[in-house]
């Protein structure tokens, strides 16, 4: 199979799976992207050569980019098992940072931290326009973010901008963990 006939097959099943779930008939999409019903129809089936044109609409109709439209495609449900989460032990050992995100997308950071009794890290400044939000889920975990620290006992959200330098301390005597989750935000437009 050549490469073109494995793009075209993802593309009919992008297609096909993304118009589906938000309850768009072929009629529908066609209408929202203003192009013909055939032409939607020969990429479903995987037997169209769509135009750049076409496949700019048609993403911009179903809210995706082009390179979703023809990577493969993402099976929309994944269970990833316990011994298989990658896990990263950081400040010398006394922590461990379990990478909940099983997915790459950029800008975006689930971790689950785990700390030993007196255990701490210096947090990877992320992307810009990022914000971290970080709740300690047992013990009393302590974030220094701009000179300023934090005490986030169990139940405690902190947020706190990503791109910031910041560490994450253990402050209690025995374990504590804590979720760490990442996510771009909107630059405000002002107003």
């Known amino acids: 199979m050549s490469e073109h006939d494995h793009v075209a097959g ?78 990263e032990k950081r400040g010398n050992g006394k922590v461990q940072v379990h990478k909940l995100m099983p997915d790459k997308v950029r800008g975006i950071e689930i971790d689950r931290m785990v700390f030993t009794a007196g255990g701490s890290m210096a947090g990877k400044p992320h992307l810009q326009g990022t914000k971290e939000y970080l709740v300690t889920l047992e013990g009393c975990v302590s974030v220094s973010v701009d000179g300023v620290t934090w005490q986030v006992e169990a139940g405690d959200v902190l947020a706190f901008p990503g791109d910031q330098k910041h560490g994450y301390r253990n402050s209690g005597k025995g374990p504590a963990q804590a979720l760490s989750i990442v996510l771009p935000l909107p630059y405000p437009t002002g107003g």
């Open 10 to 87: 993802y593309l009919a099943e992008n297609i096909a799976t993304l118009r589906r779930r938000r309850e768009l008939s072929q009629e529908k999409l066609a209408e929202l992207a203003q192009i013909p019903r055939s032409t939607i129809t020969h990429m479903e089936s995987g037997s169209g050569n769509p135009s750049l044109t076409n496949l700019c609409k048609l993403a911009a109709a179903l809210g995706v980019s082009i390179e979703t439209l023809l990577s493969r495609p993402r099976k929309a449900s994944s269970l990833l098992k316990k011994d298989a989460v990658p896990v």
